[in-house]
């Protein structure tokens, strides 16, 4: 399974971004999609989860309210809608897969990795 990620950019503060997440290849059905991201000096955290079959989410608590995963089963792609961006959400934004049914925080749950995607967002 290959991960792909796209839409990232530049914005500022209380702008609105979408991430996409195409993947190539099928991850369980009892699996789920998340996005991690990574800020510059520090590490890289769980933002958002989505379960392939149920639709169940789950967010880091400083996006909820802003941020909507959702995934198109059809189109095998996973989006991050980013509403009301803050200058702190500027990171390197990562999808991953895990074939696992726990939309789980830690990184090492995840076995399939995109490349990141830059989200800048200025004051």
């Known amino acids: 399974v290959q991960l792909q990620a796209s839409g990232g950019g530049s914005v500022q503060a209380g702008g609105s971004l979408r991430l996409s997440c195409a993947a190539s290849?099928?991850?369980?059905?009892?699996?789920?999609m998340g996005w991690f991201r990574q800020a510059p000096g520090k590490e890289r955290e769980f933002v958002a989860g989505?379960?392939?079959?149920?639709?169940?989410?789950r967010y880091l608590d400083s996006v909820r309210g802003r941020f909507i995963i959702s995934r198109d089963y059809a189109k095998n792609t996973v989006y991050l809608q980013m509403d009301s961006l803050r200058p702190e959400d500027t990171a390197v934004y990562y999808c991953?897969?895990?074939?696992?049914?726990?939309?789980?925080?830690?990184?090492?749950?995840?076995?399939?990795w995109g490349q990141g995607t830059l989200v800048t967002v200025s004051s």
């Open positions: 290849g099928r991850i369980s059905e009892r699996g789920v």
């Open positions: 989505i379960t392939w079959s149920g639709g169940t989410t």
């Open positions: 991953a897969g895990s074939n696992q049914g726990l939309i789980g925080v830690s990184r090492n749950i995840y076995q399939y």
